[in-house]
């Protein structure tokens, strides 16, 4: 049984079939990367399986433990949740908390572990982002850089069994894209089940075990990153690859 098994989802806003059927597994330790022209559905997946969503048919089974779309109870949604951690294009740091209550926030709350145990963990998930120099900075004082690399070490002090990353560099000046990269790419090493949308096709070539490309709500492909970059087998993809570079 793989950790993650969507089975036929669907979810359209009004006429507009955003999702069409999609099935997709994941296993343990994979780092999926999703790519795909803008507007087909990339963001919709990954906010559908952390229950920011509401597909109209389909199922998502993580860990043997189906989700439930329909759930009002905002503690079965939290429960829920702990199996996944979302990071966003804009960070979405706690902005009157600093650097390490954001990461300490999570583990209180919703983990309920007590301050001084969250706080040694929040202290080892920063050192890991290479942000132990800036502990009691509030987010505006931090670059877009420092401040995702919070978001980050905040995910992953929640031990998701699942991390989802929704284009986490594309709201970042280019240089400060790489220091992003390469946090990722530890959390990657590191044997964190990751599935992450971007554009960034060097980052996914080298750390991605498989690509998925998804277009008009539908995985047209899905393969290595050899398969997808060296054969790939659809038109579209073919054009999408082109068009990138
Ligand atoms: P992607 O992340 O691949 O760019 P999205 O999943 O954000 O695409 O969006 C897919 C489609 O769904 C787009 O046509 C978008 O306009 C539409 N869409 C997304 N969210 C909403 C919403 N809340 N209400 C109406 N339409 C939406
Ligand atoms: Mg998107």
Known sequence: ????????????????IVLNNVDLSINKGDVVAIIGPSGTG???????????????????????????????????????????????????????????????????????????????????????????????????HLSGGQQQRVAIARALAMEPELLLMDEPTSALDPELVSEVLVTIKKAAQEGNTILLVTHEMNFVKNVATRIIFLENGKIVADGTPKEIFESPKSDRLKDFLVKIH
């Open 1 to 16: 049984m793989s950790l993650v098994e969507i089975r036929g989802l669907s979810k359209c806003f009004g006429s507009n």
């Open 42 to 140: 990339k963001s919709t997946l990954l906010r559908s399986i952390n229950l920011l969503e509401k597909p109209e048919q389909g199922t998502i089974t993580i860990n043997n433990k189906e989700i439930s779309f329909t759930t009002k109870s905002s503690k079965e949604k939290l429960e829920l949740r702990k199996n996944t951690e979302m990071v966003f294009q804009q960070f979405n740091l706690f902005k009157n908390r600093t650097a390490l209550e954001n990461v300490m926030e999570g583990l209180m709350t919703v983990k309920k572990l007590k301050k001084k145990e969250a706080k040694e963990i929040a202290l080892k998930h920063l050192e890991k982002v290479g942000m132990s120099d800036r502990l009691s900075h509030y987010p505006r």
